[in-house]
T-cell receptor, first 115, second 112 residues
């Protein structure tokens, strides 16, 4: 079945460092891809998405490009801040789930940014 | 504000007690979901509802029941709580296949 694999954390960076969180997927067909962020004690919030190959999603300085040839959707940011400390989840929509786009989530990657 | 509202935010139950977690959305979403989040386990789907009047099991449905009361509301019931059901529960709504979920803020449930 469809699946999402994220790099294991925690990832610890100093403020202003570059960030890459790897995400690869296995899917039949052409899923939509998502990144969610969860700040401590809160629910998950949609960070960005891409719905077809070569699309780039971006938000709050974060970017991710839908790469069909490598089945990847890596999350990147050029300069992280302490406020970016959170858990990041990669997800894909399960196009085989009938008329829903039920999401399949990766395990999550914890990012810690130190001042 | 538009979104997904979960109640209660916190709950402590004794083993064997029952309770219902409430979820309501005002975004006119067709699909709604219940997940549980446990350390090291990521998010696991309990039940979902593709549309009003339909429900389906997810990965971990045992010990739970759901009701899609109308388009807005999707409740999760624990008939006889067990310590293994200690978790954070999230409800989510979704407007379509290319749309992501909108999550509620979660219910932290402890079963002692």
């Amino acid at each position: 079945g469809d699946s999402v694999t994220q790099m294991e954390g925690p990832v610890t960076l100093s403020e202003e460092a570059c960030l890459t969180i790897n995400c690869t997927y296995t899917a039949t067909g052409y899923p939509s891809l998502f990144w969610y962020v969860q700040y401590p004690g809160e629910g998950l919030q949609l960070l960005l998405k891409a719905t077809k190959a070569d699309d780039k999603g971006s938000n709050k300085g974060f970017e991710a490009t839908y790469r069909k040839e490598t089945t990847s959707f890596h999350l990147e940011k050029g300069s992280v801040q302490v406020s970016d400390s959170a858990v990041y989840f990669c997800a894909l929509s399960d196009r085989n789930s009938g008329n829903t786009g039920k999401l399949i989530f990766g395990q999550g990657t914890t990012l810690q940014v130190k001042p | 504000n538009a979104g997904v509202t979960q109640t209660p935010k916190f709950q402590v139950l004794k083993t064997g007690q029952s309770m219902t977690l409430q979820c309501a959305q005002d975004m006119n979403h067709n699909s709604m979901y219940w997940y549980r989040q446990d350390p090291g386990m990521g998010l696991r789907l309990i039940y979902y509802s593709a549309s009003e009047g339909t429900t389906d099991k997810g990965e971990v449905p045992n010990g739970y029941n759901v009701s899609r009361l109308n388009k807005r509301e999707f409740s999760l019931r624990l008939e006889s709580a067990a310590p293994s059901q200690t978790s954070v529960y999230f409800c989510a709504g979704q407007g379509g296949q290319t749309y992501g979920y909108t999550f509620g803020s979660g219910t932290r449930l402890t079963v002692v």
